[in-house]
């Protein structure tokens, strides 16, 4: 009987929670630091995009859904795939969200946590899925 705290939830909340955080604070800190420069709020996005995804893909098949090494490239697409679309979402949605909100670090955070919870669901059905769900 595995613990509760060795459960793939339990793990994916930990991980997940840790990814989400970072993924949080990175977009503000980003904008606070390249907005000056005079990059625009969706240039932004699309580097916190980038650097999060490889963060969370590393931790999430190691630590989370712990599937084997010899998979990795067939889940690395998937995933870069999921969070490409996620992605695109995001571009469409943060401009409507900083028109109501007013800036796009508030507008981004509201953001995240819908696709927080969603991302558990598609990386353990369709990413990680194990080789007995085929």
């Given at each position: 009987?595995?613990?509760?705290?060795?459960?793939?939830?339990?793990?994916?909340?930990?991980?997940?929670?840790?990814?989400?955080?970072?993924?949080?604070?990175?977009y503000p800190?980003?904008?606070?630091?390249?907005?000056?420069?005079?990059?625009?709020?969706?240039?932004?996005?699309?580097?916190?995009?980038?650097?999060?995804?490889?963060?969370?893909?590393?931790?999430?098949?190691?630590?989370?859904?712990?599937?084997?090494e010899?998979?990795?490239?067939?889940?690395?697409?998937?995933?870069?795939?999921?969070?490409?679309?996620?992605?695109?979402?995001?571009?469409?949605?943060?401009?409507?969200?900083?028109?109501?909100?007013?800036?796009?670090?508030?507008?981004?955070?509201?953001?995240?946590?819908?696709?927080?919870?969603?991302?558990?669901?598609?990386?353990?059905?369709?990413?990680?899925?194990?080789?007995?769900?085929?």
């Open positions: 009987m595995k613990s509760k705290l060795n459960t793939k939830q339990a793990r994916f909340a930990l991980v997940g929670g840790l990814n989400f955080a970072w993924g949080l604070a990175s800190l980003l904008y606070w630091v390249l907005n000056p420069l005079g990059v625009n709020y969706l240039v932004v996005l699309v580097i916190a995009y980038l650097i999060n995804t490889v963060i969370s893909f590393i931790t999430q098949k190691r630590f989370v859904f712990k599937t084997k010899s998979k990795a490239h067939q889940e690395l697409l998937r995933f870069v795939g999921f969070q490409g679309a996620l992605l695109v979402g995001n571009l469409l949605v943060l401009p409507i969200l900083v028109s109501f909100i007013g800036h796009p670090a508030i507008a981004q955070t509201a953001w995240a946590l819908f696709f927080a919870v969603l991302s558990y669901f598609f990386h353990d059905k369709v990413t990680f899925r194990s080789q007995s769900k085929k």
